[in-house]
C-alpha cells in the first residue's frame, strides 16, 4: 500500500466516503485496493504502482465513473512506461476486436495453439439430439475439447445463469457422442464456456455445483482465468498497439489479423496499410517492447 493513502477515499469537504460509478451504472466506495491489483496484475513496477496511485488520488472526484479512472491511469502510464500501459489496457484492447465475435474465437483458438493444441473453429458438431455450433474445437493426443466462446463488447454485460444453463445442456448432448479428430475416435473430455468479462454469482454457483464445465471469465477463477491465459501464452490483441490508429487496428482485425505476434513475424502486413518506413518501426518497435 502506497504510503499515506487509504484505503477508501473521503470527500473531506463533505466528510462523505467517495464513490464512483461503475461501467453497469451502479455505485461503489472507490476502493484502492482494485486499482492496485489492476496495475500490479499488468507488471507495473512498485514505482510505477505509487506513482499512478497519486496522479489518480489528485484527480479523484464525486461521480467520476471506472472509464474516466481508467483512462486517466493508462494516460500518465503510456507515458511513463508504455509496456506496462498496453498490458494495463488488455481488456479494453480485447472488447476491441468486435463487434462480432469471430475474432475472439480466432483470439482463443490461438491460446490453444500456444498449449500445443490443433484447433478448428465454427464448425458444426452432430451432438445426440441436434446438431451444434460450436466456437472452438481444439485437440491434441491427450484430450478433445469444445468451447463457446461468449464475447462482450461493453464494459458491465456478464453472462448469466441463462447462458451457463443452455451452454452446460449442450455439452451434456456433445457427451453421448463420440466424434473423430486427430485422426482417431474419441468421446469429448472438457467442454469450456470462456467469456471476454465476467460471469454473473448465480452462474458460477450453478457451474460450480454442476460441474461438467468449465468456466473461464476475465478475472475467473481467480488463478487460471482468461487474463492469465493471455499472459502465460504472451498472445496479446493487435488492438492494443497505441501505436496504430483505430481505422488501422480494425483494417487489420477485417483482415482476420489479431495477434501483434502476427505482425510480429510478417512485418510485410504493415506494408498493405500504407504505413511509412518509420511508422512501421514504431509499430514493431512496441510489439518487441511489450
Given amino acids: 500500500m502506497v504510503a499515506g493513502l487509504s484505503t477508501l477515499y473521503y470527500n473531506e469537504s463533505m466528510d462523505e466516503q ?3 460509478i461503475k461501467a453497469d451504472g451502479t455505485r461503489e466506495p472507490f476502493d484502492i485496493k482494485k486499482l492496485t491489483y489492476s496495475l500490479k496484475r499488468a507488471g507495473a513496477t512498485e514505482k510505477a504502482t505509487e506513482e499512478t496511485l497519486s496522479h489518480i488520488e489528485h484527480q479523484l472526484a464525486e461521480g467520476m465513473t471506472t472509464h474516466e479512472i481508467y483512462r486517466r491511469s493508462f494516460e500518465f502510464l503510456d507515458l511513463a512506461q508504455k509496456p506496462i500501459a498496453m498490458r494495463y489496457s488488455l481488456k479494453r484492447a480485447i472488447m476491441e476486436l468486435g463487434p462480432s465475435g469471430f475474432p475472439f474465437e480466432d483470439f482463443i483458438a490461438s491460446i490453444f495453439q500456444e498449449k500445443g493444441f490443433e484447433t478448428l473453429t465454427g464448425q458444426m458438431v452432430k451432438g445426440f439430439c441436434v446438431e451444434h455450433e460450436i466456437d472452438v474445437v481444439a485437440w491434441n493426443d491427450e484430450k478433445l475439447i469444445m468451447v463457446e466462446a461468449k464475447f ?5 454485460i456478464k453472462s448469466d445463469l441463462k447462458i451457463a444453463l ?3 445442456a449442450r455439452f451434456d448432448d ?3 457422442m463420440k466424434f473423430n479428430y486427430g485422426g482417431k475416435e474419441r468421446d469429448l473430455d472438457e467442454g469450456w464456456l470462456i467469456t ?3 460471469f454473473t454469482s448465480t452462474a458460477i454457483e450453478y457451474g460450480s455445483c454442476q460441474g461438467g464445465m468449465q468456466m473461464i471469465g476475465w478475472n475467473y477463477p481467480p488463478i487460471g482465468n482468461l487474463h492469465d491465459m ?4 504472451r498472445l496479446h490483441p493487435v488492438t492494443c498497439l497505441v ?3 483505430g481505422r488501422e487496428k480494425k483494417a487489420l482485425v477485417e483482415k482476420g489479423i489479431v495477434l501483434c505476434k502476427t505482425i510480429h513475424n510478417n512485418p510485410e502486413i504493415l506494408q498493405d496499410l500504407g504505413l511509412s518506413d518509420q511508422k512501421m518501426k514504431e ?4 510489439i518487441d517492447e511489450l
Avoid: C, D, P
Fill in 243 to 245: 501505436s496504430l490508429s
Fill in 152 to 156: 462482450h463488447n461493453e464494459l458491465g
Fill in 196 to 198: 471476454n468479462t465476467k
Fill in 283 to 286: 509499430v514493431i518497435k512496441e
Fill in 166 to 168: 443452455y451452454v452446460k
Fill in 230 to 233: 493471455i499472459l502465460e501464452a
Fill in 174 to 176: 456433445l457427451r453421448k
Fill in 18 to 20: 467517495i464513490s464512483i
